[in-house]
T-cell receptor, first 113, second 110 residues
Framework: EAAVTQSPRSKVAVTGGKVTLSCHQTNNHDYMYWYRQDTGHGLRLIHYSYVADSTEKGDIPDGYKASRPSQENFSLILELASLSQTAVYFC????????????FGPGTRLTVL | GQQVQQSPASLVLQEGENAELQCNFSSTATRLQWFYQHPGGRLVSLFYNPSGTKHTGRLTSTTVTNERRSSLHISSSQTTDSGTYFCAIDRSSGSWQLIFGSGTQLTVMP
C-alpha cells in the first residue's frame, strides 16, 4: 500500500496566524490532494495537484493555498488562520501506472483558537 | 454536479449480524472507491470498484454502474468493524477528483 505521511499530526494555531501542513509520499504518484473533514461529515477537496510546481483548486479553496515543490511533497498553507478552519486535514495521493485508487495519510488535527 | 448519498446514516448491529451499506450517485461514475475510517480517524481504502463485484475477507462490494448504485456488504460483523464507511465517486466521468458521501457510522455491539 502507498505510504503517505503528514506533519504535524496535530497543531494548535492562533487566529490570524500562518499555518503550514506538510504531506510526503514515497510511491511515485502523480496526483496529490488535500481534503478537510469536519466532525461528523465526509471529506471535501481543497486543492489538488497532478504535477510538480502546479496546483488546482478543489471545491473549497477559499482561505487556503497549496504548494507542490516536488512530486513527493505537497503543502497546504493557511495564511491567516480562522476559527472556521478548525478541522482534520487529510492528504492523499494516486496515479501510479494508471491506478486511480487514492491512498490517504493519517490526518492532521488543526485547532484554531 | 455529481451527488453521492449514503444510507443508512448510522447502523447498530449485534456481533455476528450482517450489514448492507448503500451508496447512490446522481451521474455516471467511472471511478468509485469505498473507504473505512477508524474511530481514531485513519482512512483505509477497502475497494476500488467502479463496476462489478469484489470480495475481500468478509467484505463484498457490488457496483451496478447503469443503476448508479453501489453496496458494501459486511458478513458476520465483529466489534472491530465499528467505524465510519464512506463511498467516493469521481466528480465527473473520468475526473481525478472524488466526491465523498456523508458516510455510514457502524457500531457493532458485543
Amino acid at each position: 500500500e502507498a505510504a503517505v505521511t503528514q506533519s504535524p499530526r496535530s497543531k494548535v494555531a492562533v487566529t490570524g496566524g500562518k499555518v503550514t501542513l506538510s504531506c510526503h509520499q514515497t510511491n511515485n504518484h502523480d496526483y496529490m490532494y488535500w481534503y478537510r473533514q469536519d466532525t461528523g461529515h465526509g471529506l471535501r477537496l481543497i486543492h489538488y495537484s497532478y504535477v510538480a510546481d502546479s496546483t488546482e483548486k478543489g471545491d473549497i479553496p477559499d482561505g487556503y493555498k497549496a504548494s507542490r515543490p516536488s512530486q513527493e511533497n505537497f503543502s497546504l498553507i493557511l495564511e491567516l488562520a480562522s476559527l472556521s478552519q478548525t478541522a482534520v486535514y487529510f492528504c492523499a495521493s494516486s496515479g501510479l501506472g494508471g491506478s486511480y485508487e487514492q491512498y490517504f495519510g493519517p490526518g492532521t488535527r488543526l485547532t484554531v483558537l | 454536479g455529481q451527488q453521492v448519498q449514503q444510507s443508512p446514516a448510522s447502523l447498530v448491529l449485534q456481533e455476528g449480524e450482517n450489514a448492507e451499506l448503500q451508496c447512490n450517485f446522481s451521474s455516471t461514475a467511472t471511478r468509485l472507491q469505498w473507504f473505512y475510517q477508524h474511530p481514531g480517524g485513519r482512512l483505509v481504502s477497502l475497494f476500488y470498484n467502479p463496476s462489478g463485484t469484489k470480495h475481500t475477507g468478509r467484505l463484498t462490494s457490488t457496483t451496478v454502474t447503469n443503476e448508479r448504485r453501489s453496496s458494501l456488504h459486511i458478513s458476520s460483523s465483529q466489534t472491530t468493524d465499528s467505524g465510519t464507511y464512506f463511498c467516493a465517486i469521481d466528480r465527473s466521468s473520468g475526473s481525478w477528483q472524488l466526491i465523498f458521501g456523508s458516510g455510514t457510522q457502524l457500531t457493532v455491539m458485543p
